[in-house]
């Protein structure tokens, strides 16, 4: 049985939900800001009370790492809700904040859990999720005179060059993102790469 596809937002998206005059807006974003955003979010909103927050990512091992935070709400009001619906929307690589201002009345175990769950449902349902593609590393050695239209292919194919080491002849790079993608610039410089080779042997 194939596992379920993934998907993640490359963009935030935000939505709001009102529940017994408590305000709950959601933040939809990338993982890779998702400690910029928690820490932005609390000084954009000094008068909320709670930023609960829940995340899922792979690390260097190609496992799921999950986190979540009820930030002050009654333990498994907030937190896990928000994570179980990243889960239930198969979501990777992905966070979500929800800021929560209270309204003066208590909404009490269950009303938390159905609120925190609507919210995190309704920033999903509005925002656009891209099929995620499991990402790799390749290192790779670049003459100078190639450097510029490898940065040119690798921004045109969304994928990061990372200059690793400065050579008296080229540099020691290091190229990351879809698997698929970087097949396709490696192709590209084949032929340099299979000339290099050549050389060496």
Known sequence: MNPPELFFPKEEFRASF???????LS?????????????ALR???PKAVHFVSASRQFNEFGQIEESFSDDGEPKGT??????????GYHLIDTALITVRYFGGTLLGTGGLVRAYTQSAKNVILGATLHP?????????????????????????LELELVKEEFLPLGVNC?????EQRIEGFLEAFKELFEKRSSLEA
């Open 78 to 87: 907030s937190g896990m809700p928000t994570l179980k619906v990243l889960r």
């Open 43 to 45: 000084a954009e909103h």
């Open 174 to 178: 290091q190229i990351k993102g879809e």
């Open 132 to 156: 995620y593609k499991p990402c790799i590393n390749k290192k790779l050695y670049l003459e100078y005179s190639h450097l510029q239209r490898a940065e040119y292919l690798s921004s045109k």
């Open 27 to 39: 933040f939809l974003m990338s993982h890779a800001y998702f400690v910029e955003r928690l820490n």
């Open 18 to 24: 009102e529940e017994k005059g408590s305000t709950f």
